[in-house]
Nanobody, 111 residues
């Protein structure tokens, strides 16, 4: 059974940084593409970033140049490094792999 546990969210000022973690169990992340999504209050869940099993990374235009996705195969964990955060980045962030979703972690960007 695949389980994903996100962590690292919190309250940060505009321009600040956070690093989200997605720890996987029941699956080896090195063999799968992994995805980050986010859902702001009252809005649909949107795709944010992807890292493929080959290490290819893709980002939504809204986060390109500010967010970076990476994988630590030894820790079986995927990270989302978020810099230059804006109020519009406020959302619950979810990771996804092989059809399984994590429970989400709240990111709030506010002064």
């Amino acid at each position: 059974q695949v389980q994903l546990v996100e962590s690292g969210g919190g309250l940060v000022h505009p321009g600040g940084s956070l690093r989200l973690s997605c720890a996987a169990s029941g699956i080896n992340v090195r063999y799968y593409a992994m995805y980050w999504h986010r859902q702001a209050p009252g809005k649909q869940r949107d795709w944010v970033a992807t890292i493929t099993s080959g290490g290819v990374k893709n980002y939504a235009d809204s986060v390109k140049g500010r967010f970076t996705v990476s994988t630590d195969n030894a820790e079986n964990t995927v990270y989302l490094h978020m810099n230059s955060l804006k109020a519009e980045d406020t959302a619950v962030y979810y990771c996804r792999i092989a059809g399984a979703w994590g429970q989400g972690t709240q990111v709030t960007v506010s002064s």
